[in-house]
């Protein structure tokens, strides 16, 4: 591992893989349900933690497209808990100023996880200081289809060109995540050493870290340590070492004399 001289800042976005739960439960002889319960609350301590610390925006892998395999009656428990969470939460969001965003097929949830979910959407929608997202029925592959979908029909009706897709830039202006930050920071829980499907395209030069923490107990001080690890990587986005530094050494002298400390 290379680290860098100076520590990264905290990272803006951090997206999460909330994993474990069940095996949380299992360890304890409890139905699974219980553990995204437990699971829930895990949410609500990051959260608070992610604002005191400043990280701008947090995204939740909540429920993968893949999530519907499961048995019928956990997939109707984590409806009923996402139901039940947005209910409750919005009060809290409000307070907070925190803006809610969703990524993924929304449409495809029942109907009352949808109605919640839009008028919590709705209450927080002004809100610019901190930025939740929830990756609900969301699956990368499913997004990469939405977005090219999206971008042959607006070239059909005339409204972008071919040359729209030559840049990144143009052609991520048709993902779920249009308006987002890329991730900086990807953790995920669990032990688990993999992406399931989650923001591939976004995560492209994101860092990963990996924790053995079951979800539901993760915490402020594992998110601490997960930022820690972060803050000592060195990201280079294809340049070597020397560049970077002669980059940071070339903006330190650009900056006014009084605010360089
Ligand atoms: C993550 O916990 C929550 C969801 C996928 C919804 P899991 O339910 O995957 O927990 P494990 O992996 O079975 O322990
Ligand atoms: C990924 O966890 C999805 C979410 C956290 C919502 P899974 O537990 O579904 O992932 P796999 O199946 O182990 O890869
Ligand atoms: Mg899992």
New binding site residues.
């Given amino acids: 591992m290379t680290s860098a001289s100076t520590p990264l800042p905290v990272p803006a976005h951090i997206a999460i ?3 474990g739960n069940g095996r949380w439960a299992k360890q304890r002889g409890l139905p699974r349900v219980e553990g995204h319960r437990r699971g829930v609350e895990a949410v609500r301590t990051v959260m608070e933690a992610a604002r005191e610390l400043g990280v701008k925006c947090v995204t939740l ?4 497209v ?2 519907w395999r499961r048995p019928e009656e956990e997939v109707g428990g984590l409806m009923g808990l996402l139901e039940t969470f947005l209910a409750r939460e919005t009060a809290n969001l409000v307070r907070d100023r925190v803006r809610l965003r969703a990524i993924g097929r929304t449409d495809e949830l029942p109907g009352a996880a949808r109605a919640a979910l839009a008028a919590a959407m709705a209450a927080t929608a002004h809100f610019t200081e901190q930025t939740l997202v929830l990756a609900l029925n969301y699956g990368a592959r499913t997004e990469a289809l939405d977005a090219a979908r999206a971008y042959a029909a607006a070239v059909v009706a005339g409204k972008a060109s071919l040359d729209d897709a030559k840049s990144w830039e143009g052609f991520s202006r048709y993902l779920y995540t249009r308006d987002l930050p890329d991730p900086d920071l990807v953790i995920r829980t669990s032990g ?1 050493k ?1 992406i ?1 499907n989650f923001l591939l395209l976004q995560a492209a030069y994101a860092e990963f870290v990996f924790t053995p923490v079951l979800w539901p107990d993760f915490g402020k001080a594992e998110l601490i340590a997960a930022i820690d690890e972060f803050r000592g990587r060195e990201r280079r986005f294809g340049q070597i070492t020397e560049q970077l530094a002669a980059a940071k050494a070339e903006a330190a002298a650009q900056r006014p004399a009084d605010v360089i400390v």
């Fill in positions: 893989i909330m994993d892998y909540a429920f993968s893949e999530n688990e993999r399931s």
